[in-house]
């Protein structure tokens, strides 16, 4: 993780929203580890629920409203479960909640790490932990995912549809300064690798070219930069991974292959993200979705939640909790569980939790 300063004495006011489905449960979980870590190190924080969830919002027909935005401005960070409820149209709280928050509070970076822990399964046969240890910067505020578009003729059998990729020249340059950053604190391999489709998304992808490679070109010489395909990604992903440092990328693409990056990761059950403005509010999520078919079963796995506070933590500065965090993890992922995936972990939601707990208080500092 990037390493940031912290200030002395601060008291951290979070934002906690549980969400739909296993949400709260995670949630939950991640929580009971940050009250473990903050009593080790002193941390002094307070949390604050917000009840933005699909079940109010089948209530009383509220999402996220801009008194919401302006309270959530005053906190140091937001900690999130999960949206998604299957009771509600799909879209409606994916955009009224999670896609609003991310827009409102110009979350403009989705950082989405993928590495393999020890004793992790992975179905890539014949990669381990050091073959699969590298980061997504997605854009998070443009490309597909602005809602520009509409229809023609709607329902008719001329009927058209579009929906437009907008990619500002400011946008694409502040995620890439952010991954060219990212990449030289990061001091692995010093590569940042662009995702993108330049043989045929000509436009957006020769803006995104160009900025890649004026920036780096120009401040940031000692970073090596490549060029991958989005669709030869995939591929490479799955054949050798050990082949990325940092990747960047735009929202829509981010948004496909972190799902294949936590599959070799060993799953949606611990893949972490954090929703990122380094100049505001940032907003950390396991990047799994609700999974509402787990809900109340204690069979979901809190680690990619638990994750989550490791990342916050480590944003705001907390750089020996969020390591320790992340130690006590690797402890309770290597020792003690015998899955990642929900219900075949060797143990409950709750269990996992305690665990993560226990080696923090029990780990040296
Ligand atoms: C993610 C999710 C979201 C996205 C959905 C729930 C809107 O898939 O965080 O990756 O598409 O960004
Ligand atoms: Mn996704």
Known sequence: MVKTKKSPAKKYNIAVIGGDGTGPEVVAEGLKVLKAVAQKHNID??????????????????????????????FDSIYLGAVGDPEVKPGIIEHGVLLKLRFALDQYINLRPVIL????????????????????????TEGLYVGTGGYLKKGSQDEVATQVSVNTRKGVERCLRYAFEYTKKRNKRKQLTLVGKTNVL???????????????????????????????????????????????????????????GAVIQGGMG???GGNLNPEGVSMYEPIGGSAPK??????????????????????MGETTAADILERACVEVITKKMKSM??????????????????AILSLPA
């Open 294 to 315: 787990y809900t109340g079963t204690g069979k979901i796995n809190p680690m990619a939640s638990i994750m989550s506070v490791q990342m916050m933590l480590d944003q």
């Open 202 to 260: 000509t436009y957006a992808w020769d803006l995104w070219e160009r900025a890649f490679h004026e920036i780096g070109q120009k401040d940031y010489p000692g970073i090596k930069r490549e060029y991958s395909h989005v669709d030869a990604t995939c591929m490479w992903f799955v054949k050798n991974p050990e082949w990325f440092d940092v990747i960047v990328t735009d929202n829509m693409f981010g948004d496909i292959i972190t799902d294949l």
């Open 45 to 74: 924080y307070s949390l604050k629920e917000f009840d933005f969830t699909g079940k109010r919002y089948l209530k009383t027909g509220k999402l996220v409203g801009d008194k919401d935005v302006e309270e959530l401005k005053t």
């Open 117 to 140: 822990y020890p004793n992790v399964w992975t179905p890539v046969r014949d990669k381990g932990p050091e073959q699969i240890d590298f980061v997504v910067v997605r854009e998070n």
């Open 270 to 272: 611990i893949a972490a």
């Open 341 to 358: 995936a929900a219900g075949r972990m060797g143990m409950t939601t709750t269990e996992v939790g305690d665990c993560v707990a226990d």
